[in-house]
Antibody, heavy 123, light 110 residues
Framework: QVQLQESGPGLVKPSETLSLTCTVS????????WSWVRQPPGKGLEWIGY????????????LKSRVTISLDTSKNQFSLNQFSLKLTSVTAADTAVYYC????????????WGQGALVTVSS | QSALTQPASVSGSPGQSITISCTGT?????????VSWYQQHPGKAPKLMIY???NRPSGVSNRFAGSKSGNTASLTISGLQAEDEADYYC??????????FGTGTKVTVL
């Protein structure tokens, strides 16, 4: 059973860096594509980006200059693995629930999702 | 990239059928078969309902059906049930190798 869990500060000050970690269990992050999606309160979903182990990353053009997604692998195939999101120079518009998610094997749709983590940008 | 266009709300009575449209461009919905649909209940993570235009994952009711014509994809829910009341989002892979979501549709069961 694949499970994802987001973790990180729930409050970030304007102009600072938002950092979140997604812990994956039941799968190895050396497989598949791994993604971040966010949802401002009361609004729709927005794709942030993805990473594919040792192959590639891709980001939403509107966020590309501020976003980095990276992996933290473990040597054991099914031990806990993590990937992270960093978003710099945040403003109130970055307040959202942030979801980590795993794509299908081809990287075209999201099969598994974390429960989401609310991050509020406020001084 | 612009969000795909969905109606803000759709409603129906129990047992009825409803259809949600998802309109994009020749650079996203019209370009590939990689259109997917997600159901989201309040306070919950999205759940995959349809992938590759018309395929249902294991465990998803066959009351949910997807289709596509040109730049518009559609999700039809037949035999509407109270548990179907939720927000629904479409998504598409794009010719820029990115992904875009729809604006979202709130489904209300009357």
């Amino acid at each position: 059973q694949v499970q994802l869990q987001e973790s990180g500060p729930g409050l970030v000050k304007p102009s600072e860096t938002l950092s979140l970690t997604c812990t994956v269990s039941g799968d190895s992050i050396s497989n598949h594509y791994w993604s971040w999606v966010r949802q401002p309160p009361g609004k729709g979903l927005e794709w942030i980006g993805y990473i594919r182990y040792s192959v590639s990353t891709a980001y939403n053009p509107s966020l590309k200059s501020r976003v980095t997604i990276s992996l933290d692998t473990s040597k054991n195939q099914f031990s806990l693995n993590q990937f992270s999101l960093k978003l710099t120079s945040v403003t109130a518009a970055d307040t959202a629930v942030y979801y980590c998610a795993r794509y299908d094997s081809g990287g075209y749709y999201w099969v598994y999702w974390g429960q989401g983590a609310l991050v509020t940008v406020s001084s | 990239q612009s969000a795909l266009t969905q109606p803000a709300s759709v409603s129906g009575s129990p047992g009825q059928s409803i259809t949600i449209s998802c309109t994009g461009t020749s650079s996203d919905v019209g370009a590939y078969k990689y259109v997917s649909w997600y159901q989201q209940h309040p306070g919950k993570a999205p759940k995959l309902m349809i992938y590759e235009v018309s395929n249902r994952p294991s465990g998803v009711s066959n009351r949910f059906a997807g289709s596509k014509s040109g730049n518009t994809a559609s999700l039809t829910i037949s035999g509407l049930q109270a548990e179907d009341e939720a927000d629904y989002y479409c998504s598409s892979y794009t010719t820029s190798s990115t992904y875009v979501f729809g604006t979202g549709t709130k489904v209300t069961v009357l």
